[in-house]
């Protein structure tokens, strides 16, 4: 007799008992570690589903084909597990732990077709008993990439054993806590410093967490619960999770999508398996976890992707040649995995929480029409399954939230409205241009030179379709760069390359916003002001006080879009304004020179990253940027930015002289006036004067009118701290409001404000009421 997927009926029995040992309090429930095992295996393997059904059922007869193909080609020798994959450098111990953790997968899923298959279990054990023998062991001291030993294979390990508890033995579980104990000892986790910070400190508790289940040590389990708590609080330098919502990996690099993603990971897992226990996590510090769902993760995610802004080196990995599952490591990739851990940590959430983060997945599941989430092949059954049951949940789908977001700590900045998204990427001395290293993204050179990122509603595959390997690295979107070639990983490894300037920044009424880059070029002597105001329907570009002494050619790439493969949409150019059909269109209010290229483009993920298939593909290029001559002394720039707008719309909004005005372009400000939205934008590089706001000192500032009142938003990107003082000019009847950080000195022919800045580059607000 058969059942579902040709399964025998010996065979379903045997799935059941398999799928019972993973299933809390089946057995022993008065046994607080097998509980805690028994909690992890549902977490990891999933629950709730049913193996006959899609997609599981394709997924995990996939698992157990990957599994039978892993089997038949592991060969133990001396320094490897499989052929091609040694154990020095040590990725090939971690690589064959994954293989082993796959293999153990299919033994203990339903429905892979070698479900308790009594010669894949040997195999597992053979291959633990290898690795156990020739290399992960006490014996061993640590070479190579310090997080293979320390995060990657005890990771798989414990899983492993987890998984395969009742069937590996006392001496082979006694040799995976040996085994961990010894990589990664109790010294790890009672100093928060060096690489036992923010995502890594929450890889390497998850670990020490197994390891003190398997070995049935409540010191390790209170060592590990304990040690997420410097995690916990908000940081004001170095690695973790800002107030406002940023977040900072390896120093200097801004890390969300990575990173961040792996943290909330780990702890939607450790929350989960911890909870109700006698090591529950009860720090109260950890509702700030729980609130970066919606004030830091949420606002980078657009239609199911992450923007590549804050996926740092990982913008590089596309396709792997280790990777047997041939997933496009792309921004979708990332923002879903974002998303299926939103789902994971909802289960430590409030009601009120979880049915608003319920709405926003199934919101990005309806929206991401590229990568469908529902069947996205980066996921196993465990990610399915939560994902399904949000997805049949009774929230409503919400919308992309719109408004401007500023990420000051981490030196980015995300901009929403109904016709479009854009993420804009900086660099200061708190935040590297770039960031390379285990031969990963040796070419991001200007990614935080300007990088400004965007899409129109409804198109998320920009930066998807094998942009990275195909891009003009010197032609990145709204950078300025000078043209002078760069050796691959120009400035050093890991952060290294930092700018030395400080004005990087700017202020937001959450509608619109103001931001600045005193930019310093990578391995140059380029030197420029740039300052985007966001609007509407809109993004004004400017910059000045472009200079360099490199005797090249110095540019500003007002855009480069990727066009597919074959790409044909119309290009069209006229005096002051040009269209992108199916993209939007530019505006050259002050004129200029607009130069433009089409062209196909042909690369291989191996050359932006070693570990990259050979795989050459062709891209078509659209390019447009002005050039600002050999060794420029002053030079500046002004153009618009209309995502989505038809080729009408654009030539319309070109036509009208009055929308918009420049009230400066210089080394002392930047500013515009929107006369429709009642906006004033002003970056003020220095004390000076445009119009009638005056700032004392370095200052973003918007002038907001609406009827017959007006707010004022100020900051100081500088960072200085010091007191600041504004003038606005206009006659004013009364003080509406005032943060407690603003001082109103005077409010009758003029408004005098002195505002203390703090060191966060916030924004400060008055409102007024006008005469």
């Not at 001291?141 to 294979?153: C, D, F, K, V």
């Not at 619109?512 to 300052?531: F, I, P």
Request: net charge neutral; aromatic share 8%; with cysteine.
């Amino acid at each position: 007799m058969t059942g579902p997927m040709g399964m025998t009926r010996r065979a379903l029995l045997l799935a059941a008992a398999l799928a019972a040992t993973a299933a809390p309090g089946a057995r022993a429930a008065d046994d607080p570690y097998d509980t805690l095992r028994r909690r992890w295996l549902g977490i990891s393997l999933g629950t709730g589903y049913d193996p006959a059904a899609e997609p599981y059922a394709s997924r995990l007869a996939q698992l157990g084909a990957r599994a039978r193909e892993y089997r038949e080609s592991m060969v133990p020798a001396p320094a490897s597990l499989w052929p091609g994959h040694p154990f020095d450098p040590p990725s090939g111990i971690t690589f064959s732990y994954g293989r082993l953790w796959t293999m153990t997968q299919a033994y203990v899923q339903a429905g892979t077709g070698t479900t308790g298959d009594p010669g894949l279990l040997a195999d597992v054990l053979r291959g633990l008993d290898h690795l156990s023998a020739t290399v992960y062991h006490p014996a061993t001291t640590r070479y190579g990439n310090w997080w293979e030993w320390q995060i990657g294979s005890p990771r798989l390990l414990t899983d492993i054993t987890a998984a395969l508890y009742e069937r590996l033995g006392a001496e082979r579980i006694a040799a995976a806590c040996a085994a961990v104990d010894h990589f990664v000892p109790d010294a790890v986790l009672t100093d928060y410093s060096g690489t036992s910070t923010g995502a890594n400190r929450v890889d390497l508790c998850r670990s020490v967490a197994l390891r003190g289940i398997l070995g049935r040590s409540p010191q390790k389990i209170t060592l590990a619960r304990d040690a997420l708590s410097p995690v916990f609080p908000y940081v004001t330098k170095g690695d973790g999770l800002y107030a406002d919502g940023s977040f900072v990996q390896h120093t200097w690099v801004s890390y969300s999508g990575t990173y961040g993603q792996v943290l909330l990971d780990g702890l939607g897992r450790l929350f989960a398996l911890l909870a109700g226990s006698a090591w529950e996590i009860t720090d109260p510090a950890r509702q700030n976890v729980l609130d970066s769902v919606e004030h830091a993760y949420a606002p980078l995610i657009h239609d199911g992707l992450v923007a590549d802004c804050v996926n740092g080196r990982a913008i590089s990995r596309g396709h792997q040649r280790s990777d047997d599952l041939h997933v496009l490591r792309s921004d979708h990739y990332h923002g879903q995995a974002l998303i299926a851990d939103i789902a994971l940590l909802a289960a430590g959430a409030s009601e009120a929480e979880r049915e608003r983060w319920y709405g926003r997945i199934k919101g990005w599941i309806q929206r991401d029409t590229v990568v469908p989430v529902l069947t996205s092949d980066q996921f196993e059954v465990a990610d399915l399954a939560r994902l399904h049951a949000v997805a049949a949940s009774p929230a409503p789908a919400a919308p992309e939230p719109l408004g401007h977001r500023l990420f000051p700590a981490m030196d980015r900045a995300v901009h929403r409205t109904p016709r479009f998204t854009a993420a804009l990427a900086m660099a200061s001395d708190r935040i590297a241009h770039y960031e390379c290293g285990n031969g990963e993204n040796p070419r991001g050179w200007h990614t935080g030179s300007g990088m400004l990122s965007w899409w129109p509603r409804g198109r998320g595959d920009q930066y998807t379709d094998w942009y990275w390997p195909t891009v003009d690295w010197y032609r990145l979107p709204g950078t300025t760069v000078s043209t002078k070639r760069l050796p691959d990983r120009a400035g050093g490894e890991w952060g290294a390359p930092k700018p030395d300037v400080r004005w990087v920044g700017g202020t937001t009424d959450g509608t619109y916003a103001a931001v600045g880059q005193h930019l310093k070029g990578l391995g140059s002597t380029l030197e420029a002001r740039k300052s985007w105001f966001f609007l509407d329907d809109a993004v004004v570009c400017l910059g000045a006080g472009i200079s360099c002494a490199d005797g090249v050619p110095v540019e500003t790439v007002v855009d480069n879009r990727n066009l597919g493969e074959n790409g044909t949409e119309t290009f069209v150019r006229a005096a002051r304004w040009a269209h992108l059909e199916g993209h939007g269109g530019w505006l050259l209010p002050c004129g200029g020179e607009l130069r433009t290229l089409r062209e196909d483009r042909t690369g291989a993920w191996s050359d932006i990253n070693t570990a990259g298939t050979d795989e050459r593909r062709t891209r078509r290029w659209q390019t447009l940027w002005l050039d600002h001559g050999t060794d420029p002394a002053a030079a500046g720039y002004a153009y618009v930015l209309l995502p989505g707008a038809s080729r009408a719309r654009t030539a319309a909004r070109a036509a009208d002289r009055h929308w918009l005005s420049v009230l400066a372009n210089d080394t002392t400000a930047q500013a515009v006036a929107v006369p429709r939205l009642g906006l004033t934008a002003c970056t003020f590089w220095r004390a000076g004067t445009v119009g009638d706001v005056a700032a004392s000192a370095g200052a973003s500032v918007l002038v907001v009118r609406r009827g017959r009142t007006a707010t004022l938003h100020i900051s100081e990107p500088p960072r200085s701290g010091a007191p600041l003082e504004l003038v606005w000019n206009h006659p004013v009847r009364a003080v509406i409001r005032a943060d407690d950080s603003v001082q109103v000195r005077s409010a009758d022919g003029r408004l005098r404000l002195l505002v203390t800045p703090g060191m966060a580059c916030a924004t400060h607000e008055c409102e007024v009421a006008l005469s």
